[in-house]
């Protein structure tokens, strides 16, 4: 009589164990499905949030532009001063290095582009194109260095992304020149064609 007393109690404690799983099991469900949620509605709040870029009028880089220039590079030798429809650009050397600061119709610096060569790539993306892309010619290589307090897009051979830091290299194949992103960690991914 004991024993089945006692087989009872651990029968009834194990379905309410298995009953208390299961709550816990649905609640956690539930939880993801309404941190899912949230995140999908939080997502275009973001997008709202990017900076539209404005067209610049004129064809001149503004008095205002240049001054936060030289107060975000110093009295550095500048070689160019453009006007783009979007972006005022500013070519410039600073420590020996060849590079254009892009600056928004609110005279905010964007991003700036520096030259790089093959080498400055980071080691997985060299190995990747010296094994995958053996049929590709290397060109040009460029880091683009974001500022984080601008959240208006970059435009870099003729598209506008989502700005990070990031290198692009050029790629020749049967006179049609292709560009690829490089992330700092190494990922090469297809970004734009050179027409």
């Known amino acids: 009589m004991t024993k089945q007393i006692f087989l009872a109690l651990a029968g009834i404690l194990l379905i309410h164990t298995a009953t208390a799983q299961t709550t816990v099991t649905q609640s956690k469900k539930d939880i993801r499905k309404e941190e899912k949620a949230l995140k999908k509605e939080e997502k275009p709040e973001k997008k709202e949030q990017k900076k539209e870029m404005k067209k610049l009028e004129g064809t001149e880089v503004s008095k205002e532009t240049q001054d936060q220039f030289y107060e975000d590079f110093g009295q550095v030798a500048v ?37 790089k060569t093959f080498a ?38 003729r598209t506008q992304f989502d700005d990070a830091d990031n290198y692009f290299i050029e790629m020749e194949k049967g006179g049609k020149t292709n560009v690829y992103e490089v992330t700092p960690l190494g990922n090469v991914t297809f970004f734009s064609v050179i027409e």
């Open 120 to 157: 400055d790539l980071p080691e997985k993306a060299q190995k990747y194109i010296d094994t995958k892309m053996t049929d590709f010619t290397k060109g040009k290589v460029i880091y683009y260095k974001d500022n984080e307090l601008n959240d208006t897009d970059m435009i870099l051979y």
């Open 79 to 115: 070689s160019k001063w453009q006007r783009d429809p979007y972006l005022d650009l500013v070519y410039f050397t600073k420590d020996n290095a060849n590079a254009i600061a892009y600056y928004d119709a609110d005279h905010n610096l964007v991003g700036t582009v520096y030259d």
